[in-house]
């Protein structure tokens, strides 16, 4: 019997192992809370994944904004947890797919930023944030929009993500050196393994990454373990759809935008390719998306 609980126990493992660690961590995440939902409306164990409540959950997330696309992959991540762990899955209904499409019908589709911040972007972005804000928010915008830019910074690496908070930069994870910025990333989007990357200075002092970190590292008391940029991910797209408007720029862009432009602009300026996927940790050729132009 202890021989079989043991190959049980392995067999768990594997099955754990059948998902991408990122995505893993992803479905673990949206489990937990659809549990704390359960959990809050009193429900008991046993009808956790009942068609009633997780109709329920679906309705409550559509109403508090997610798309469907994200609907759609937390059902996948509940789908799974009942596999894996032997639980008649009963919430696939008619009711449900009818529910999901109208979903589909009434929501407003969100803009999707796939258009790539260029340089000119860049330096009008930088302007703005002179302006428009005190000379504290000012310095961390700069900073952290030319970091985002030449670092290929994803969006959960520059500012907190609930999805994904370990990816968050800390300041214990940059390094001024004489010529460029060393970078540690303890985790990224696809790995859990550190990473070390080196962004160049730049001539232009105006949106040089290593000036304009070293302005706003130089008013802080920051401690090692604090976040770089102390801000969320809806924080950082405010203050970008800000700069956006006082610049006049007419393209549609988010916080994506600069790891879509730094790429374009290093392969432009002939950067060999396996030196792009290195600074921007791509391990497959999913970086040629990034270098299309719009």
Not at 131 to 137: A, L, P, S
Not at 248 to 256: A, E, F, K, V, Y
Request: glycine letters at 6%.
């Amino acid at each position: 019997i202890s021989e079989l609980r043991s190959l049980r126990r392995a067999a768990d493992s594997i099955i754990e192992n059948s998902l991408a660690p990122g995505t893993r961590r992803c479905y673990n995440n949206a489990v937990t809370k659809y549990k704390d939902f359960c959990r809050k409306y009193h429900a008991e164990d046993k009808y956790y994944f009942s068609a009633y409540y997780v109709e329920a959950y679906v309705t409550y997330l559509s109403q508090n904004g997610l798309g469907l696309s994200s609907i759609q992959s937390t059902l996948s991540a509940l789908r799974f947890h009942c596999r894996s762990n032997d639980i008649h899955i009963t919430f696939d209904t008619a009711r449900l797919a009818l529910l999901l499409k109208g979903i589909k019908r009434t929501q407003i589709p969100k803009l999707r930023a796939t258009n790539a911040v260029k340089l000119s972007h860049l330096t009008r972005l930088m302007s703005a944030a002179s302006t428009i804000f005190d000379y504290k928010t000012g310095v961390l915008v700069r900073a952290m929009f030319s970091m985002a830019f030449f670092g290929l910074l994803r969006p959960s690496e520059m500012a907190l993500s609930t999805v994904s908070p370990n990816h968050r930069l800390l300041r214990s994870d940059v390094l001024l050196k004489q010529k460029s910025i060393c970078i540690r990333f303890r985790s990224y989007k696809h790995s859990t393994k550190p990473v070390v990357v080196n962004i160049p200075r730049q001539d232009r002092l105006d949106i040089c990454p290593w000036v304009q970190l070293n302005n706003y590292l130089c008013g802080l008391a920051h401690q090692g373990s604090d976040p770089l940029f102390g801000c969320t991910i809806a924080q950082a797209n405010n203050w970008l759809q800000a700069c956006i408007s006082k610049s006049g720029i007419r393209t549609t862009l988010g916080l994506h935008s600069f790891r879509r432009g730094g790429a374009t602009w290093y392969s432009s300026n002939g950067l060999p390719d396996s030196s792009l996927k290195a600074l921007g940790r791509w391990s497959s050729n999913a970086y040629l998306v990034y270098v299309k132009p719009n």
